[in-house]
């Protein structure tokens, strides 16, 4: 790895740990240098050449790799819109109760786009800078809200502390509507867990205990029948007084 160079595209995402879908498959190691360099070459190196500011390397791991919203801008080259929004919404919400960090802001991402203009990939970074949103805790939950909000359901709010009455925490779903009392909860892999399987069950309950509905949506129903998981949500809503309409959208299903 010559001075200034550093490891970039789909490699600086591994870096920085995102959520990539399953298939991003990373048979080399990107490496970004900058002009007027060649790009790098070499067996197992994807080389890549191109106008790269000392400010845009920092080190993550104890090597050089591109700044996170750098390689989020990169990433519109490899990725479709959901999957760049999912990615920007980790890096400007971390995960505070797994104790990550973010590792850069929506401004910051917002002024990277800007100084793309003309460059490969600026259309599919401005449709998704518009849908990059704070409060995403995982990649599901960021397509969930995307494939809803896209089929005409009203956006929600994501991650936000809900209150009784009397002002006390009731729970956080992942995604709710307190202006129709309805929750929706993403069933990850870990909800499995014993401790955190009563977790939600006390969480859901004393939702209920308030007249709220709950939503439950699986990764079968996400990644496998997304219309279904639509109208079931819009059903719910539709019962505690929404008055809108869905547009079903068949051709939408997420990579895994």
């Known amino acids: 790895m010559r001075a200034g160079n550093a490891f970039g595209y789909?490699?600086?995402?591994?870096?920085?740990d995102a959520p990539l879908p399953l298939a991003t498959a990373v048979p080399s190691v990107?490496?970004?240098?900058?002009?007027?360099?060649r790009a790098p070459e070499g067996t197992g190196i994807t080389g890549h050449r191109a106008v790269l500011d000392s400010s845009e390397v920092v080190e993550r791991y104890g090597v050089p790799v591109t700044s996170a919203a750098r390689t989020w801008c990169d990433?519109?080259?490899?990725?479709?819109?959901?999957?760049l929004v999912a990615v920007g919404e980790w890096m400007?919400?971390?995960?505070?109760?797994?104790?990550?960090?973010?590792?850069?802001?929506?401004?910051?991402?917002?002024?990277?786009?800007?100084?793309?203009?003309?460059?490969?990939?600026?259309?599919?970074?401005?449709?998704?800078?518009?849908?990059?949103?704070e409060g995403a805790l995982s990649r599901p939950e960021t397509l969930l809200r995307l494939l809803l909000e896209g089929c005409g359901i009203p956006p929600p709010l994501i991650n936000v502390h809900?209150?009784?009455d009397r002002g006390s925490f009731l729970a956080m779903p992942d995604l709710c509507w307190p202006e129709y009392r309805l929750a929706v909860e993403y069933e990850g892999r870990h909800h499995a867990e014993t401790a955190q399987f009563r977790r939600d069950i006390k969480r859901i309950e004393e939702l209920v205990d308030h007249e709220w509905l709950v939503v439950k949506i699986s990764a079968l129903d996400l990644f496998d029948d997304p219309d279904e998981a639509v109208a079931r949500v819009a059903?719910?809503?539709?019962?505690?007084?929404?008055?809108?309409?869905?547009?079903?959208r068949q051709s939408r299903h997420f990579a895994r």
């Open 10 to 16: 789909l490699t600086a995402a591994m870096l920085w």
């Open 30 to 37: 990107h490496v970004v240098a900058p002009v007027p360099r």
């Open 92 to 133: 400007i919400t971390g995960n505070p109760y797994a104790e990550i960090l973010p590792v850069t802001t929506r401004d910051d991402l917002m002024v990277a786009v800007a100084s793309r203009t003309g460059s490969r990939g600026t259309p599919v970074l401005r449709r998704a800078i518009a849908l990059v949103r």
């Open 162 to 164: 809900i209150s009784d």
């Open 235 to 248: 059903r719910r809503l539709a019962r505690q007084g929404w008055t809108g309409s869905v547009k079903m």
């Open 75 to 83: 990433l519109a080259e490899v990725l479709d819109v959901v999957d």
